[in-house]
């Protein structure tokens, strides 16, 4: 590679990403943006900003769960900075998305020739599976822990390349890690990937033993980070147990086991690989129906299982002969770990902008195995100016392909009618894209076309409890109270803690005349917090009617 070439590589890499992700700057608030900046005081000004490290990601009266103290600390720098429009927001997403895309570069160019580390970081930069992430302002997050992880890798095999590691940068990857856990949790994995960065890629010809003892001070402090974060972090998520986060509604609903939710993870496999892969069709929904949620094993999830068994024995094996292959596999595994399931549940089965990073760790693997490929065509035909010639038009082709299909994916996440309306013919066998149609559709007083959407959403899934409530608070709302009361049952019925709906369900008992049945769930609501005036006018009311018919 010539030295003109290098020095426009960097900025070949950065003008890749813009032209991915800038069309995103138009966009407004969507989907989790809402609760999480719109409808949220504390994401909008910085007065008392240290308060963000004792509250909740998501506001107490959105489920007060995940803590991101730094992410929502970046929000509220931004919405300062822009007057609370989006711009500001988007701007932000899409220039950290260039310093990421930048940062996956240097981190090849220290494991691959500049050619294969540009190949790696060229398609990393216009891979549409990042889509969500950029265009939707909530995955600032993911941004943020991936510029901390690539940092900080970046030192590490710096350092580790001329000798151990310095004082300065163990101070830096620390400060690093520590804002990195602050912004997302994901970040927690750091100390894995610098130990598999250890085991595969660094060349040391010291015994493992001595290469441990000599790093192991810099693992004990990243661990002592840790163990902080997570027991602040457990202070402020006092009851959301270690995951953080509500799990995902299907797991609680169907109260699967432990096994069975791996048994979903394992299902959800090829869907990963696919969208690393052969990212053509995209999705801001995946759920059941369309994913399986296991009720024990079946043959659905044989597939899963031998390929994620064959991508962790292809790390294993090429540890040696092919040290980047197995360090990019490695990462990507890594990386997806806190959202995949197999640990802890998360809130969701499967979501785009969780494969941010992992896409970076299958990226530098494809580098490597350009790398391979071009020394065997090399073995076997020489330096053929046209087999090389005919590669770099392809990938031409490949990366013309990518920023065209992430910019015109970047416009489905323009504004919330677009994004929702879109969900239902990229994910039509996925209830939740029904549920959110249909929300929006209630929400712009679209009445039919919203009870539509949610009578698909319960035929194709009949078990979250939030779908049966809101449409019988639809229901109750236009004094249709013999329909909704099926569906405040039903509810119930699902998850009989659901803490939402229980004032409304008597007054629906009550204006059918269900009596006994009225004062039963009204005592039954002062429990969940229901309204208390409310109430009280409940079981007067039939108290009342009780005393007059004994009176009578």
């Known amino acids: ?193 610098l130990g598999i960065a250890e085991l595969t890629v660094i060349h040391d010809p010291r015994p493992f033993g001595e290469r441990f003892r000599k790093a192991r001070p810099t693992y004990l402090l990243l661990t002592a980070i840790a163990l902080a974060f997570v027991g602040v972090r457990s202070m402020v998520l006092a009851d959301h147990g270690i995951g953080g986060f509500q799990p995902f509604v299907p797991f609680a609903t169907l109260h699967i086991s432990s096994g069975d939710r791996i048994l979903t993870a394992l299902g959800v496999v090829p869907e990963w690989v696919r969208l690393v892969f052969w990212p053509v069709h995209l999705s801001s929904e995946y759920g059941p129906p369309d994913i399986e949620i296991a009720q024990g094993f079946s043959v659905s999830q044989i597939p899963g299982f031998l390929l994620l068994l064959g ?114 013919i990229d994910a039509p066998l996925s209830y939740r894209a029904h549920y959110m149609l249909g929300a929006w559709h209630f929400e712009n007083k679209r009445k039919r076309e919203g009870e539509a959407e949610y009578r698909k959403a319960l035929h194709l899934f009949p078990y979250d409890p939030f779908v049966s409530y809101n449409m019988a608070e639809q229901y109750r709302n236009f004094g249709l109270c013999g329909a909704a009361l099926p569906l405040y049952r039903w509810t119930m019925s699902l998850d009989p803690k659901f803490p939402l709906g229980h004032t409304s369900y008597a007054m629906c008992l009550l204006d059918q005349g269900d009596f006994d049945e009225a004062r039963a769930k009204a005592l039954e609501a002062f429990r969940f917090g229901g309204d208390a005036k409310a109430l009280l006018r409940i079981m007067f009311v039939v108290d009342s009617v009780r005393g007059g018919g004994r009176h009578g």
Not at 53 to 80: C, H, M, N
Not at 374 to 403: C, E, P, Q, T
Request: charged fraction near 15%; charge should be positive; aromatic fraction near 10%.
């Open 1 to 193: 590679m010539s030295i003109r070439w290098r020095s426009f590589a960097s900025p070949a890499i950065a003008l890749l990403a813009l032209m991915s992700s800038a069309v995103g700057i138009v966009n407004q608030f969507t989907y989790d943006d809402k609760y999480v900046i719109l409808l949220n005081p504390a994401a909008h000004d910085l007065h008392q900003w240290w308060r963000a490290f004792a509250q909740s990601y998501w506001p107490k009266d959105w489920g007060g769960d995940g803590y991101r103290p730094l992410t929502i600390l970046a929000f509220k720098i931004e919405s300062v900075i822009g007057g609370g429009s989006p711009i500001a927001f988007h701007a932000a997403n899409i220039l950290l998305y260039t310093i990421a895309s930048l940062l996956v570069f240097a981190l090849a160019r220290r494991v691959l020739p500049v050619w294969a580390a540009w190949i790696s970081a060229a398609l990393f930069a216009v891979h549409p599976v990042h889509v969500e992430a950029v265009a939707n302002v909530v995955g600032q997050s993911e941004l943020l822990v991936a510029i901390v992880i690539l940092s900080s890798t970046i030192l590490y095999l710096r350092d580790r390349a001329n000798g151990d590691l310095q004082p300065r940068t163990i101070a830096a990857i620390s400060i690093l890690y520590a804002l990195g856990c602050f912004a997302k949790e994901h970040a927690i994995v750091l100390p894995a990937v």
């Open 311 to 424: 991508i962790l024995a292809l790390a294993v094996l090429l540890r040696r002969r092919e040290r980047t292959i197995s360090f990019g596999i490695a990462l990507a595994c890594i990386a997806l770990l806190p959202s995949s399931n197999f640990i802890v549940p998360a809130g969701i089965v499967l979501a785009e902008r969780t494969l941010f990073l992992p896409s970076a760790g299958a990226m530098l693997a494809v580098g490597g195995l350009a790398v391979v490929m071009l020394d065997r065509v090399r073995a076997r035909y020489g330096n053929k100016r046209s087999i090389i010639r005919v590669s770099w038009i392809a990938l031409g082709v490949v990366l013309a392909a990518g920023v065209a299909r992430s910019a015109t994916r970047s416009t489905v996440w323009r504004d919330n009618d677009t994004l929702f309306r879109r969900a239902v």
